[in-house]
């Protein structure tokens, strides 16, 4: 199942599936997502709703550096452990919108990830159990002020800005992911990322072990799994497509005062 969060043209919120006419979800890339919106008796075209963040996270737990070749990109050594850092809520933006970055600033990277939504209040999972908390996976764009991370150790002004954690369009269930997704992230359609989650130094059940051992995880919380080589500036105008295979894509324009 695919499961989308959406507004309706009355301002009601309502959480919905994804489906096509065979009943199977789908999302498709950069015109748009194609498909319907089901919500009880009622169905939708994408294009008549707003697409809301599919989930309400308390809390981003981000990995750094779970990539070897971004690790030889950013000139870092490869960690013996999960490097973790956390995006609070104000910094979740949606599918579709123009997300507004901070003025003044030399770098403003993106870089996509697949996001792990929790599906139930958890503390000490262990690796074996992980898949019982996991609810689906979605897209994420964990967008990187370089200007002040560089400058800081806890990344607070590099990560945690407005709308720095672009989310979305939807959660998809894990059967719908292979093991072995591919994570590509496009800008005004030119393709600068491509990797696969096999690619990942730790995997899902090791982060959500290691996370889990230091903090307890809400429903809607993410993970966001970490970026492969490729990272690159942002421009005013420019248009950021972060696709997850199995999950569909997740599209943003870039406004820079």
């Not at 809520?89 to 949606?94: E, K, L, Q, R």
Request: charged content about 25%; hydrophobic content about 30%; proline content about 8%.
């Amino acid at each position: 199942m695919k499961r989308v969060r959406f507004r309706d043209s009355a301002g009601n919120v309502r959480g919905g599936r994804w489906t096509v006419e065979d009943g199977e979800p789908v999302v498709t890339a950069a015109a748009g997502p194609y498909g319907r919106i089901a919500f009880g008796d009622e169905s939708y075209s994408p294009e008549e709703v707003e697409v809301l963040p599919p989930c309400e996270p308390t809390k981003i737990v981000c990995v750094g550096l779970n990539y070897a070749d971004h690790a030889e990109e950013t000139g870092k050594d490869i960690p013996d452990r999960p490097m973790l850092f956390l995006k609070p809520p104000n910094t979740v933006a949606s599918h579709n919108s123009t997300v507004t970055l901070l003025p003044d600033k030399e770098r403003i990277d993106f870089e996509a990830e697949l996001g792990v939504v929790i599906g139930e209040q958890c503390k000490n999972v262990t690796a074996k159990g992980a898949e019982d908390v996991i609810a689906g996976y979605t897209c994420v764009n964990d967008l990187s002020n370089r200007d002040d991370q560089r400058q800081e150790q806890n990344w607070v002004r590099g990560k945690a800005f407005d709308n720095a954690c672009p989310i979305g369009p939807l959660v998809a269930t894990p059967e719908h992911v292979p093991e072995d997704a591919t994570i590509e992230s496009r800008v005004n359609g030119e393709t600068r990322q491509s990797s696969s989650r096999d690619n990942f130094i730790f995997s899902i059940p090791e982060l959500i072990e290691e996370i889990t051992s230091y903090m307890t995880l809400e429903p809607g919380d993410v993970i966001s799994t970490g970026t492969p080589s490729g990272v690159g500036p942002l421009e005013n105008g420019d248009r950021v497509e972060i696709e997850v295979e199995g999950v569909g894509t997740l599209s943003h324009t870039v406004r820079i005062p």
